[in-house]
């Protein structure tokens, strides 16, 4: 069965430091996601991609954060100077249509230190 | 803007038994999806259902079936004969049925504990 892979499973970082969260979506998707969970909060949006550009973001993806779609398969959230507010779990998803669920990676754990 | 809420922050089942968990949510759009996703403690989402709200039939997935109504914006799933594999935290969440990447919304979640 297709599925959603992030790497990696868990990085850690000093902050200050940039980073990068790599996802590789289904590959018949369209539309894609990532989404951020702080230990024992719920899960927030951070921004969706489709035909190649960003469609919504949140308040939380400020201008440290950005996304890159470079080849057709690997989808990138980028954090330029990380924080330790930005410890937190990281999920992509993707979705095939507007008619369809998401699907979610196995999410990245992100320590910053 | 659209707001989900789980009103449970815990809740626990013996094995075998059935639980109820609650959500509700707020929305001025008519055309709209409603999931519930499981979290095990590996922190991976799974969906577990999900309900349009065009359907009126609520949605049922062997064991999982949710009491969707749609006029007290009420969206609750049911786990019938519980299964200690249930144990995880259970979140409910909304997204517009439009055709741009329309986000999920999600609520606090709902601690499940399956007691043998």
């Known amino acids: 069965e297709p599925e959603v892979t992030q790497t990696p499973s868990h990085q850690v970082t000093q902050m200050g430091q940039e980073v990068i969260l790599r996802c590789v979506p289904i590959?018949?998707?369209?539309?894609f996601y990532w989404y951020r969970q702080i230990l024992g909060q719920k899960v927030e949006f951070l921004v969706s991609f489709y035909n190649n550009e960003i469609s919504e973001k949140s308040e939380i993806f400020d201008d440290q954060f950005s996304v890159e779609r470079p080849d057709g398969s690997n989808f990138t959230l980028k954090i330029r100077s990380t924080k330790l507010e930005d410890s937190a779990m990281y999920f992509c998803?993707?979705?095939?249509?507007?008619?369809?669920?998401?699907?979610f990676g196995q999410g990245t754990r992100l320590t910053v230190v | 803007a659209q707001t989900v809420t789980q009103s449970q922050p815990e809740m626990s089942v013996q094995e075998a038994e059935t639980v109820t968990l609650s959500c509700t949510y707020d929305?001025?759009?008519?055309?709209?999806?409603l999931f519930w996703y499981k979290q095990p403690p590996s922190r991976q989402m799974i969906l577990v259902i999900r309900?349009?709200?065009?359907?009126?039939q609520n949605a049922t997935e062997n064991r999982f079936s949710v009491n969707f109504q749609k006029a007290a914006k009420s969206f609750s799933l049911k786990i019938s004969d519980s299964q200690l594999g249930d144990a995880a935290m259970y979140f409910c969440?909304?997204?517009?049925?439009?055709?741009?990447?329309?986000?999920?919304?999600f609520g606090e979640g709902t601690q499940l504990t399956v007691n043998p």
């Open positions: 998803a993707s979705r095939r249509n507007s008619n369809t669920e998401a699907f």
């Open positions: 590959s018949n998707h369209l539309y």
């Open positions: 929305t001025s759009e008519s055309d709209y999806y």
């Open positions: 969440a909304y997204r517009r049925g439009e055709t741009s990447g329309s986000r999920l919304t």
């Open positions: 309900q349009e709200a065009y359907k009126q």
